[in-house]
């Protein structure tokens, strides 16, 4: 089967250094020739951007600065508009991917001819520490039954299981994304409009789960830098307040358009969160600063019982806790009891 030919997209802005280190993490994909071409966006007048992609005219790159500055998230759009190809991998200028990020993105594609986008784990790196973390997918890690089979070769999302994974905070990270270029631009229309929040990927990843189903890739493929100039934390220490609003908002908007679809939301959400071990809640609340808007707006739409996991009862705790060879033992034994 022919596997897709990709456009990589980097919008930069100001951080020629950054970008080097992105670019090299392109440049050292296992499959190169997957690779149409490599289009870097500069969002401002420096010029250092410009004079970091001359040193890679190994690679199909092609440079462009905009003539007038764009809003952060528009930029993000503009960039999916000049692409040729009919699949596009989106890369942030201060993040990496890993060596068979393009090559496993256009391997699960080809498997799955029906997905709208292949999007790869993420880890965190910190310019603080040598430490790597990977809080994304906390919440879909959980128990959403996708991730129950820890030995799949991949998942496959439909919009029920994005929806219960994105709730409350981003689980996915878009410069992991590799997909479609009509159906990212017709999610990306959300990037459009007023009042963006530093989660309006969250809502731009649900809105692409709309449109189709979305693979879930197991392997390592992005390295997510956290470092002084990020900056979702630099706009969220100027506006906490805005960022939780918007993020109450989106939240408000995924369960109107969930309810649109048919989907129980509230039942699926019940259900799952009465799962989560304590500690698997507090991980997935201390994840990002903004997500207390997102369960305000669960509270405010199904009440306080949608805002924290209760104690599991006793048939959760038959099904979780006991080794494997003791769960058909112990669910006879509940049924004879209830």
């Not at 649109?260 to 799962?275: Q, T």
């Not at 038959?318 to 049924?335: Q, S």
Request: aromatic share 8%; glycine share 4%; hydrophobic share 40%.
């Amino acid at each position: 089967m022919q596997q897709p030919r990709i456009t990589v997209l980097i919008p930069t802005y100001r951080r020629p250094v950054l970008l080097r280190a992105a670019l090299e993490s392109v440049r050292n994909q296992s499959r190169l020739d997957l690779i149409a071409a490599v289009i870097v966006s500069e969002n401002s007048s420096d010029p250092g951007s410009e004079e970091i992609c001359r040193d890679f005219a190994d690679l199909p790159i092609r440079f462009l600065r905009q003539t007038i500055a764009l809003e952060t998230y528009c930029h993000f759009a503009r960039i999916v508009e000049l692409a040729e190809t009919e699949h596009v991998a989106l890369l942030g200028d201060d993040d990496m991917w890993g060596r068979y990020h393009i090559e496993e993105a256009a391997r699960q594609l080809s498997a799955h001819q029906n997905a709208v986008a292949y999007i790869g784990g993420a880890a965190i790196v910190s310019d603080s520490s040598r430490a790597i973390s990977s809080p994304y997918q906390l919440v879909a890690q959980s128990r959403i039954p996708p991730y129950s089979d820890r030995f799949t070769d991949c998942w496959v999302w439909s919009a029920q299981e994005m929806l219960l994974a994105s709730l409350l905070c981003t689980p996915l990270n878009m410069w992991a994304i590799v997909g479609r270029r009509d159906k990212l631009l017709k999610a990306m229309e959300v990037f459009t409009e007023p009042n963006q929040g530093i989660d309006a990927d969250r809502i731009m990843i649900w809105e692409l789960s709309r449109l189709g189903e979305i693979v879930i890739g197991r392997e390592m493929s992005l390295f997510y830098r956290v470092h002084g100039d990020n900056a979702c934390a630099r706009l969220f220490a100027e506006s906490p307040s805005h960022h939780r609003q918007a993020s109450h908002a989106y939240t408000k908007r995924m369960l109107q358009e969930a309810s649109d679809m048919g989907i129980d939301a509230r039942a699926l959400w019940l259900d799952m969160i009465s799962r989560m071990t304590p500690q698997q809640w507090n991980d997935v609340r201390n994840f990002q600063g903004n997500v207390e808007g997102s369960r305000d707006a669960l509270v405010a739409a199904w009440g306080d019982d949608a805002g924290h996991p209760r104690n599991p009862d006793l048939k959760a705790m038959v099904r979780d806790i006991p080794p494997p060879f003791l769960h058909r033992a112990l669910a006879r034994i509940m049924r004879k009891t209830t």
